[in-house]
């Protein structure tokens, strides 16, 4: 307690690896090495089908956000993945929010009715979207 007290350099009394707070990861499958290439992989095909990885490359579970009605749970089911819903969230966009007008004959810009044969404009906004929030173990 006295080397704490003068500056001495504090020693962990917790096996290596281990976290006072957290529970330790455990790598089941595979190395780190090969938990990060297939990290990639898999964020190249989320980051294609509009989705985002949010967990750290090399961590043992992928943690993934997209749009309500994405195939893109679905698809990575198909592929083999336990793929599971854990709750949603929200995430901005660039293009979140999508107006499609037309221009009256006195200049001003009025929406889009449905059936509309005129020719529409699309001006997109940055906006907050709802997401959903997806987890699966990542296994080499």
């Not at 290439?37 to 980051?47: A, G, K, P, T, V």
């Not at 660039?94 to 037309?102: H, K, N, Q």
Request: neutral net charge; glycine residues 10%.
């Amino acid at each position: 307690m006295i080397g704490l007290l003068i500056g001495a350099p504090r020693r962990h009394s917790a096996p290596t690896g281990f976290c006072r707070t957290r529970r330790p990861h455990v790598v089941r499958a595979g190395t780190v090495a090969d938990l990060k290439d297939r990290f990639d992989e898999i964020n190249q095909l989320i980051s294609e089908r509009q989705g985002w990885v949010t967990s750290v490359r090399g961590a043992p579970e992928l943690r993934f956000e997209c749009l309500p009605g994405s195939p893109l749970p679905d698809e990575l089911r198909e592929a083999g993945y336990e793929v599971s819903e854990t709750d949603e969230g929200e995430r901005i966009l660039p293009a979140g929010l999508v107006e499609r007008f037309i221009v009256g004959h006195d200049g001003e810009r009025k929406l889009v009715t449905e059936g509309s044969t005129r020719l529409a404009q699309v001006l997109t906004h940055a906006g907050i979207v709802k997401v959903m929030r997806h987890v699966f173990e990542l296994t080499t």
